[in-house]
């Protein structure tokens, strides 16, 4: 689940990167537009990554010894 939530957040980051920089929707461009139900699901799925993600904060970590 971890390793899809950050998969999930990756293509998101590029994205907004992509419109950030050069006002280029690459979600809406390989599926149909902003309001087609692809691409809402697809952008849902990076939000819910997003809020799954946040539980990365709060997790123990290991330490790894030298």
Not at 21 to 48: E, K
Request: hydrophobic share 55%; proline share 0%; glycine share 12%.
């Amino acid at each position: 689940m971890d390793t899809f939530a950050l998969l999930l957040i990756i293509i998101g980051a590029l994205n907004w990167g992509l419109i950030g920089l050069f006002r280029f929707d690459l979600v809406a461009t390989l599926f149909g537009g902003q309001m087609s139900i692809l691409s809402r699901i697809i952008y849902s799925l990076v939000g819910l990554g997003g809020i799954y993600a946040i539980s990365f904060l709060f997790r123990e970590r290991e330490k790894i010894r030298k």
